[in-house]
């Protein structure tokens, strides 16, 4: 599976941004989408993240600001944030689990919130 992302930039706090993500190759068997980010000198950190049934997962800290979504005829997944906070500024990833369990990753972009 290959992921792009899109979407990234700089913005405003305050402000919202859209990131997309499509997968190629064996994209049918991909299972679980979604989207980590990575701060300067911190970890790695889940987003959130959506099953093929539905289920999603955010963190904490984006609840009630992010929107998760997918489009299976597109392969792609979204995330939309909103009321952007200058801790949002990481590199975000886009992340793909399949049925077999193995794990993708995509080139991050860089999201950059000021206040």
């Known amino acids: 599976v290959q992921l792009q992302a899109s979407g990234g930039g700089s913005a405003q706090a305050g402000g919202s941004l859209r990131l997309s993500c499509a997968a190629s190759?064996?994209?049918?068997?991909?299972?679980?989408m979604g989207w980590y980010r990575q701060a300067p000198g911190k970890q790695r950190e889940l987003v959130a993240i959506?099953?093929?049934?539905?289920?999603?997962n955010y963190a904490d800290s984006v609840k009630g600001r992010a929107t998760i979504s997918r489009d299976g005829a597109k392969n792609t997944v979204y995330l939309q944030m909103n009321s952007l906070k200058s801790e949002d500024t990481a590199v975000y990833y886009c992340?793909?689990?399949?049925?077999?369990?193995?794990?993708?990753w995509g080139e991050g972009t860089l999201v950059t919130v000021s206040s």
């Open positions: 992340y793909s689990n399949s049925y077999y369990g193995m794990d993708s």
């Open positions: 190759g064996s994209s049918n068997e991909i299972n679980v």
């Open positions: 959506m099953t093929s049934g539905g289920r999603i």
